[in-house]
């Protein structure tokens, strides 16, 4: 059993910056690829980022590369999403997910391959 908790979303002017936590309980942290998924008003969940376990492999989707940095911290049990350059099409909450199974493509954009979520934490970007 994973228990996440995200942190760190809240109102930025377009342009500006957030820093989003994700803390992670459990022993096995590393085992687990960890991704980065939001949902906006009225739309469905949408996949942002995925790490790997052991930080090897992160994929982004295409409307978040050069902005947004994915990273994890496995002795803390946290992983973090950097974003910057925030557009107001970035607001959402946004959801960290665990995935036991470390899906490959296509797997990891599957909000259904992730085996544990959190409870999101908003983010508003204001024009």
């Known amino acids: 059993q994973v228990q996440l908790v995200e942190s760190g979303g809240g109102l930025v002017q377009a342009g500006g910056s957030l820093r989003l936590s994700c803390a992670a309980s459990?022993?096995?942290?590393?085992?687990?690829?960890m991704g980065w998924f939001r949902q906006a008003p009225g739309m469905e969940r949408e996949f942002v980022t995925v790490?790997?376990?052991?930080?090897?492999?992160?994929y982004y989707t295409d409307s978040v590369k050069g902005r947004f940095a994915i990273s994890r911290d496995n002795a803390k049990n946290m992983v973090y999403l950097q974003m910057n350059s925030l557009k107001p099409e970035d607001t959402a909450v946004y959801y960290c997910?665990?995935?036991?199974?470390?899906?490959?493509?296509?797997?990891?954009?599957?909000?259904?391959?992730?085996?544990?979520w959190g409870q999101g934490t908003r983010v508003t970007v204001s024009t």
């Open positions: 459990g022993r096995t942290f590393s085992s687990y690829a």
């Open positions: 790490i790997s376990g052991r930080g090897v492999n992160i």
């Open positions: 997910a665990a995935d036991r199974g470390g899906s490959l493509y296509p797997g990891y954009l599957n909000p259904n391959e992730y085996d544990y």
